[in-house]
């Protein structure tokens, strides 16, 4: 069974990083694309930035750009996240599916494979 597991979350301060992960087990990473969603506590989950299958294309959301790198190997999709804001904290899922586009928000009852997430707050 094909089943993905993210880890890395944590506590950290503003301006800080973190590095999450989101391994595979049971079929390797590049038959997928993967997306990483954001859920802030209360909201709706909502993606930040994606990579297709061969990693040759990524995306990522607004709120994202410049501070999150998206990239993979065979077996895990990193999430590096860097200068991190509290409006940053949340739990962090990563989904697989055969697209990569986070701007056009498909419903999340569309992505077919879903991790448990990993928790991560920003705060001093």
């Known amino acids: 069974q094909f089943q993905l597991v993210e880890s890395g979350g944590g506590l950290v301060q503003p301006g800080g990083s973190l590095r999450l992960s989101c391994a595979s087990r049971g079929i390797p990473l590049n038959y997928i694309a993967i997306t990483w969603f954001h859920q802030a506590p209360g909201k709706e989950r909502e993606g930040v930035s994606c990579?297709?299958?061969?990693?040759?294309s990524t995306n990522y959301a607004d709120s994202v750009k410049g501070r999150f790198t998206i990239s993979r190997d065979n077996k895990t999709v990193y999430l590096q996240m860097n200068s991190l804001k509290p409006e940053d904290t949340g739990d962090y899922y990563c989904?697989?599916?055969?697209?990569?586009?986070?701007?056009?928000?498909?419903?999340?009852?569309?992505?077919?494979?879903w991790g448990r997430g990993t928790q991560v707050t920003v705060s001093s």
């Open positions: 989904a697989g599916s055969p697209w990569c586009d986070v701007s056009a928000a498909y419903p999340v009852t569309w992505y077919d494979y």
């Open positions: 990579i297709t299958r061969s990693g040759e």
